[in-house]
């Protein structure tokens, strides 16, 4: 838009505003198939006009995602040329015609599940960003103004592209679907992005919270995030006895189920009488062994979680803008190193988030 600006201001009067967005040029990184760390393709494209109803965003920021990892590497197909990546942060640049939420300069942020607004989805309305649609592995995005929200006060707009998956899995595990309550106990697996919002929202609230990884320099970090109780899992593979032991044998009200096949087994019977499991990952798998007699023994209630509706996400950033919880951010890569990014989650080096600076 600058740019454009420039131009008018140069001379180029037989330019029309139209034909602005013909000049401008961006940097992207769009996805061939059939997928691959080595078809990330890094170039040049024009920079999109938003049309009616939509506003153009610079971005600023985005972050990786274990499910961003899964469409860079061709297990989740898309199409050839998809511009990758679900989370996004930046500044709005221009609106298009009838956009009343908006300003030029305000800070917003994706919404994954774009076209889930508000109440129960339905299927037509969960349209992955990044996968169905294009992301924001962008140096600007046009985008329709219901499908981003304000960036929490405070929030710079690396921490606050950390947030539309992650982060709002993790809120609504706890908070929405959970219930959380002050003096319960959390269970969290690994030290992801979702497994490590979900301890410091635990305990923002007050809750008690049990760590598990196979890295006791991992579970270190986890401890001085404010984790109660760390359990090394290759050392201790039958860790839900474990939870039961450290917990007087009651077990804890809420896990955070990230890993999938091989750790849900160990999640039913680290999980209280009445406890709850939020369902997130599969990180291990996608199927695999299930004690259905411990599961209505138990009365475990059981939630899959997949983000969550454009709503609940205002009613994360709203909360967060009054809280001290600030994203973990390990690493940080530049969107033409976008490739080495993804090698260094695959290889499982970061605790909490790796942010792509755009």
């Given at each position: 838009?600058?740019?454009?600006?420039?131009?008018?201001?140069?001379?180029a009067?037989?330019?029309?505003?139209?034909?602005?967005?013909?000049?401008?040029?961006?940097?992207?990184?769009q996805?061939?198939?059939?997928?691959?760390?080595?078809?990330?393709?890094?170039?040049?494209?024009?920079?999109?006009?938003?049309?009616?109803?939509?506003?153009?965003?610079?971005?600023?920021?985005?972050?990786?995602?274990?499910?961003?990892?899964?469409?860079?590497?061709?297990?989740?197909?898309?199409?050839?040329?998809?511009?990758?990546l679900?989370?996004?942060?930046?500044?709005?640049?221009?609106?298009?015609?009838?956009?009343?939420?908006?300003?030029?300069?305000?800070?917003?942020?994706?919404?994954?599940?774009?076209?889930?607004?508000q109440?129960?989805?339905?299927?037509?309305q969960l349209?992955?960003?990044?996968?169905?649609?294009?992301?924001?592995?962008?140096?600007?995005v046009?985008?329709?103004?219901?499908?981003?929200?304000?960036?929490?006060a405070?929030?710079?707009?690396?921490?606050?592209?950390?947030?539309?998956c992650?982060?709002?899995?993790?809120?609504?595990?706890?908070?929405?679907?959970?219930?959380?309550?002050?003096?319960?106990?959390?269970?969290v697996?690994?030290?992801?992005?979702?497994?490590?919002?979900?301890?410091?929202?635990?305990?923002?609230?007050?809750?008690?919270v049990?760590a598990?990884?196979?890295?006791?320099?991992?579970?270190?970090?986890?401890?001085?995030?404010?984790?109660?109780?760390?359990?090394?899992?290759?050392?201790?593979?039958?860790?839900?006895?474990?939870?039961?032991r450290?917990?007087?044998?009651?077990?804890?009200?809420h896990?955070?189920?990230?890993?999938?096949?091989?750790?849900?087994?160990?999640?039913?019977?680290?999980?209280?009488?009445?406890?709850?499991?939020?369902?997130?990952?599969?990180?291990?798998?996608?199927?695999g062994?299930?004690?259905?007699?411990?599961?209505?023994?138990?009365?475990?209630?059981?939630?899959?979680?997949?983000?969550?509706?454009?709503?609940?996400?205002?009613?994360?950033?709203?909360?967060?803008?009054?809280?001290?919880?600030?994203?973990?951010?390990s690493?940080?890569?530049?969107?033409?190193?976008?490739?080495?990014?993804?090698?260094?989650?695959?290889?499982?080096?970061?605790?909490?988030?790796?942010?792509?600076?755009?």
């Amino acid at each position: 838009m600058k740019r454009a600006l420039r131009l008018q201001r140069a001379g180029a009067g037989a330019i029309t505003q139209h034909d602005w967005w013909t000049v401008l040029r961006m940097k992207q990184v769009q996805l061939a198939t059939p997928g691959g760390l080595s078809n990330l393709r890094y170039g040049s494209a024009a920079v999109p006009e938003p049309g009616p109803g939509q506003v153009l965003v610079r971005v600023a920021a985005s972050s990786l995602n274990y499910h961003d990892l899964l469409v860079a590497e061709g297990a989740i197909p898309v199409a050839d040329g998809r511009v990758i990546l679900s989370d996004g942060a930046g500044v709005v640049e221009a609106l298009g015609a009838g956009v009343t939420c908006w300003q030029p300069g305000d800070p917003v942020m994706s919404v994954c599940f774009h076209q889930w607004q508000q109440g129960r989805p339905t299927r037509e309305q969960l349209r992955f960003v990044g996968e169905h649609d294009d992301g924001f592995a962008s140096e600007y995005v046009a985008v329709s103004e219901d499908a981003l929200t304000a960036v929490p006060a405070g929030y710079s707009l690396a921490e606050a592209a950390t947030l539309p998956c992650a982060g709002l899995t993790a809120w609504r595990a706890l908070v929405t679907e959970g219930r959380l309550q002050a003096g319960e106990s959390v269970l969290v697996q690994g030290t992801g992005g979702v497994s490590v919002f979900a301890l410091q929202f635990a305990r923002a609230a007050g809750a008690r919270v049990i760590a598990t990884s196979s890295s006791d320099e991992k579970l270190e970090k986890m401890r001085q995030l404010g984790a109660d109780e760390l359990i090394n899992y290759r050392s201790t593979p039958e860790w839900g006895k474990e939870v039961l032991r450290r917990t007087g044998q009651q077990g804890v009200d809420h896990v955070i189920e990230v890993g999938g096949a091989s750790t849900f087994r160990q999640s039913v019977v680290a999980t209280r009488m009445g406890g709850h499991i939020a369902m997130i990952g599969i990180l291990s798998g996608a199927s695999g062994e299930i004690n259905l007699p411990s599961i209505f023994y138990k009365q475990i209630r059981i939630s899959g979680i997949a983000m969550a509706s454009r709503a609940v996400q205002e009613e994360m950033v709203a909360h967060l803008g009054t809280s001290q919880v600030r994203p973990l951010i390990s690493d940080e890569f530049p969107l033409r190193d976008i490739a080495a990014a993804f090698a260094h989650q695959r290889a499982q080096k970061h605790v909490g988030k790796i942010s792509i600076a755009c």
